[in-house]
């Protein structure tokens, strides 16, 4: 995967705010921008949604009972990590986001 801005190819595909983006890019960006591009990341994600399993169970949603998913993932940042500037080396949590609510489920795989 490459930076469509600067060319640079990161060590980790966490490292991207979107399909194409690095984050050191994204953080040059200003607010308007910024927003932009993390709606354009949403909406295509959305997009996406459907039925999950979970340890070959369907998911339903705790609030709603909905089983529609969109999925995404996200870093667990530890302190340590961030102070050496190597985040894209923490954990990875999937999430998987309630087409209907938006209730967010949590899951840490080792």
């Known amino acids: 995967m490459r930076c469509r801005s600067c060319g640079v190819e990161p060590e980790s595909k966490y490292y991207f705010v979107d399909d194409s983006l690095c984050r050191d890019c994204f953080a040059k960006l ?42 995404r993932w996200t870093l667990m940042n530890t302190p340590g990590l961030t102070f050496f500037g190597v985040e894209w080396a923490n954990k990875q949590a999937e999430n998987f986001v309630c087409a209907a609510c938006g209730h967010v489920l949590w899951f840490l795989r080792e």
């Open 30 to 71: 200003g607010d308007a921008e910024q927003r932009e591009v993390l709606a354009n990341a949403e909406r295509l994600a959305r997009e996406e949604s459907g039925p999950r399993t979970v340890l070959g169970k369907p998911l339903r949603c705790p609030v709603c009972g909905h089983d529609q998913f969109w999925k």
